[in-house]
């Protein structure tokens, strides 16, 4: 199973990226997906999950009216939109996938099996 993170850069204050993580050996449909981001120094923290593919994402407060999670399950594909970018924002970004997570558990980093290797934003003012 691989998990692969892409779409990070360095860019300024209010600017946007997209994020997109492609998966081989496992099928995000059967999956609940999630982001997860750690900034230098701190405990890899929650960011947004779609959980067992119901495309009802639900967000951290940070990411809530900036961040968008989708899913192009024909591709794979998990990507997070990210509008009005602030430097709290700078971090490296993880995907995550699970098959057997339960709801309560969404936001917890330990209850996913796969991992990306993540990929680095960071937002200057």
């Known amino acids: 199973v691989q998990l692969q993170a892409s779409g990070g850069g360095a860019v300024r204050t209010g600017d946007s990226l997209q994020l997109s993580c492609v998966a081989s050996?496992?099928?995000?449909?059967?999956?609940?997906v999630a982001w997860f981001r750690q900034a230098p120094g701190k405990e890899r923290e929650f960011v947004a999950v779609?959980?067992?593919?119901?495309?009802?994402?639900v967000y951290a407060d940070s990411g809530k009216g900036r961040f968008t999670f989708s899913r192009d399950n024909a591709r794979n594909t998990v990507y997070l939109q990210m509008n009005r970018l602030e430097p709290e924002d700078t971090a490296v970004y993880y995907c995550?996938?699970?098959?057997?997570?339960?709801?309560?558990?969404?936001?917890?980093?330990?209850?996913?099996?796969?991992w990306g290797q993540g990929t680095q934003v960071t937002v200057s003012s």
């Open positions: 050996g496992i099928a995000f449909r059967r999956n609940t």
């Open positions: 779609d959980f067992r593919n119901t495309n009802r994402p």
């Open positions: 995550a996938a699970s098959s057997t997570i339960i709801l309560s558990s969404i936001r917890n980093k330990s209850a996913y099996s796969y």
